[in-house]
């Protein structure tokens, strides 16, 4: 199971921290990966990290921003957003992956959890 937490109502500017709960499986044999989806649009890949930590990889519309991590003791992958801007709001997802590449390509992620909604707004 994957659950991911976090979001909220935050100004342009601001910050926010997105948690990603894994349970169930070994989290550590799995590149983790974190997708956004705006309602009538297609999700699309925001950041990915792989199983050991040690490689990540950003959109570009989001790096410099955003930081993305793992820690591995507690089954748990953050996704610090920083700067954050209204064209950023949408539905958060974390998905696993069991290998890692920089492509964020859907179908390389075999599990999906619910995500979590960030709004970016004045």
């Known amino acids: 199971q994957l659950q991911a937490s976090g979001g909220g109502l935050v100004q342009p500017g601001g910050s926010l921290r997105l948690s990603c709960a894994a349970s169930?499986?070994?989290?550590?044999?799995?590149?983790i990966g974190w997708f956004r989806q705006v309602p009538g649009k297609e999700r699309e890949g925001v950041s990915c990290?792989?199983?050991?930590?040690?490689?990540?990889h950003y959109a570009d519309s989001v790096k410099g921003r955003f930081t993305i991590s793992r820690d591995n003791a507690k089954n748990t992958v953050y996704l610090r957003m920083n700067s954050l801007k209204p064209e950023d709001t949408a539905v958060y997802y974390c998905?696993?992956?069991?290998?890692?590449?920089?492509?964020?390509?859907?179908?390389?992620?075999?599990?999906w959890g619910q995500g979590t909604l960030v709004t970016v707004s004045s």
């Open positions: 169930g499986f070994t989290f550590d044999d799995y590149a």
């Open positions: 998905a696993r992956s069991p290998y890692y590449s920089d492509y964020l390509l859907k179908y390389e992620y075999d599990y």
């Open positions: 990290i792989s199983s050991s930590g040690g490689s990540t």
